[in-house]
């Protein structure tokens, strides 16, 4: 389980805190979701691939490619795909 803390909305990226540890997981949101920062989301955020993710707060499930985990907050703008001209 995590949540939410970043989102770039551009190239349908997500960070997603994870509560045990604090690592963060960068996933691709595949389709419209509403999806926002604090959500709290359930799922395998540990396991590469295709996966489908449960949005606890608005209890809403939405498909997602999960692309790494274990990112540190250091690394986020270049897991999520952010540029230098739009951050």
Same mark, same amino acid.
Request: charged share 30%; no cysteine.
């Given at each position: ?7 770039? %909305? @551009? /190239? ?5 805190? +994870? /509560? =045990? =540890?604090?690592?963060?997981? *960068? @996933? !691709? @949101?595949?389709?419209? *979701? &509403?999806?926002?920062? =604090? =959500?709290?989301? /359930?799922? %395998?955020? /540990? !396991? +590469?691939?295709?996966?489908? +993710?449960?949005? #606890? ?5 939405? &498909? *997602?490619? @999960?692309?790494?985990? &274990? ?8 897991? +999520?795909? #952010?540029? !230098?001209?739009?951050?």
């Amino acid at each position: 389980e995590g949540t939410v803390r970043k989102i770039n %909305p @551009v /190239r349908g990226m997500v960070a997603i805190e +994870l /509560r =045990d =540890d604090g690592s963060f997981t *960068v @996933v !691709e @949101v595949l389709g419209s *979701v &509403d999806l926002e920062v =604090d =959500d709290i989301v /359930r799922g %395998p955020l /540990r !396991e +590469l691939g295709s996966a489908e +993710l449960m949005n #606890v707060t608005k209890n809403d499930a939405f &498909d *997602v490619i @999960v692309q790494n985990f &274990d990112v540190t907050a250091g690394q986020l703008p270049r897991q +999520l795909l #952010v540029n !230098e001209r739009s951050r």
